[in-house]
């Protein structure tokens, strides 16, 4: 895997950078198949962002709570997606306030990356013991 080589936090960063200039492109365009093409993109990255950023989660965790906060952790975020789709399909037509929310979610996310330290099993498996 990418992430057991370059670590999580590494290509966590490079997905939520990726998330950020895909909601701008977004709300900066008229163009149509530009956006599709964004949306494209952003639904490719996706599994970047929440795959890695899910794993490096579970691992700080004990290992006796790494299931439950992980089947917790996927519960809100389907929730989250469905709550979202319904909403903007039967309630409202206002979409770009999806778009201006996930920008601000991902710049948060991005600033807050460079705080987090990388993953320990990632540090024991390149031999970087002290670091662990």
Do not use: H
Not at 48 to 75: P, R, S
Not at 79 to 92: A, D, E, G, L, R
Not at 93 to 100: H, L, N, P, S
Request: glycine share 6%; net charge positive; charged share 10%.
């Amino acid at each position: 895997m990418m992430s057991d080589r370059y670590g999580r936090n590494f290509l966590f960063k490079i997905g939520v950078f990726g998330q950020c200039l895909v909601f701008l492109c977004v709300m900066m365009t008229n163009y149509r198949p530009l956006c599709y093409f964004a949306l494209l993109v952003e639904g490719a990255l996706t599994p970047l962002i929440y795959t890695v950023g899910y794993v490096y989660m579970t691992e700080f965790l004990a290992k006796k709570w790494q299931d439950y906060v992980a089947t917790i952790f996927c519960f809100i975020y389907a929730v989250v997606i469905v709550i979202i789709t319904f909403y903007y399909q039967v309630i409202s037509d206002q979409y770009c306030w999806v778009v201006v929310f996930g920008l601000l979610q991902m710049l948060i996310a991005f600033f807050i990356s460079f705080f987090i330290v990388e993953s320990p099993l990632w540090y024991l498996s390149k031999g970087k013991i002290k670091q662990a």
